[in-house]
């Protein structure tokens, strides 16, 4: 069994997405240090071993229902908890926020979760090994990741400094998972 059997549990393509695990682990263990940067830096490798894993998988013809899935527990770490875990604690660095906030913030990043975990169940739902669609219905879970992102930077350089406009910006991206946008596919 070798890195090119399509059988092998352990075959490039899903080294590749365990290399996403890693750094969504190694994302999280950074965040509880305050280390956002490096965080976002292993994100962003992370992301580069989702697009790298599939067109790997397509290119040696490696798809199977267990890469299928190995990927989306892989998207679920790193493009839904990692960035809201990595949100979650830069609100409270940034802003000082504590109390009601924090828990009402809590709950909201607990809801973009589950809407994330849903989004990439319904996906697995619909998809057969290997097929790629040319639209996704939903914003996909990188893209809300990245949109996460981005919400980080302005509470980071200090454009938004409100817990509870942070909470109603990531209500819109956690219903924007399971929304009927059509996203083209890379």
Not at 26 to 36: E, G, P, S, T, W
Not at 141 to 169: D, E, F, H, R, S
Request: one cysteine or more; proline letters at 3%; glycine letters at 8%.
């Amino acid at each position: 069994m070798g890195l090119f059997d399509k059988n092998n549990r352990f075959n490039i393509a899903n080294l590749i997405t365990f290399g996403n695990i890693a750094c969504g682990v190694a994302a999280m263990y950074l965040i509880q240090q305050n280390n956002f940067f490096a965080a976002i830096v292993l994100a962003w490798i992370a992301g580069a071993f989702d697009i790298a894993d599939g067109k790997v998988a397509r290119k040696y013809n490696l798809s199977t229902e267990f890469g299928i899935q190995l990927d989306s527990f892989a998207d679920f770490l790193s493009f839904v908890v990692m960035p809201a875990f990595l949100l979650f604690y830069a609100v409270k660095y940034y802003t000082g926020l504590s109390g009601t906030a924090e828990i009402i913030l809590g709950l909201v990043f607990i809801w973009y979760i589950i809407s994330g975990l849903r989004r990439l169940v319904e996906f697995n739902l619909k998809v057969d090994a290997g097929e790629v669609a040319k639209y996704f219905e939903g914003v996909p879970t990188p893209l809300g990741a990245i949109l996460l992102w981005l919400v980080y930077l302005m509470t980071a350089y200090g454009a938004l400094t409100n817990g509870y406009v942070v909470a109603v910006l990531v209500l819109v991206i956690a219903w924007s998972l399971n929304s009927k946008l059509k996203i083209p596919h890379p």
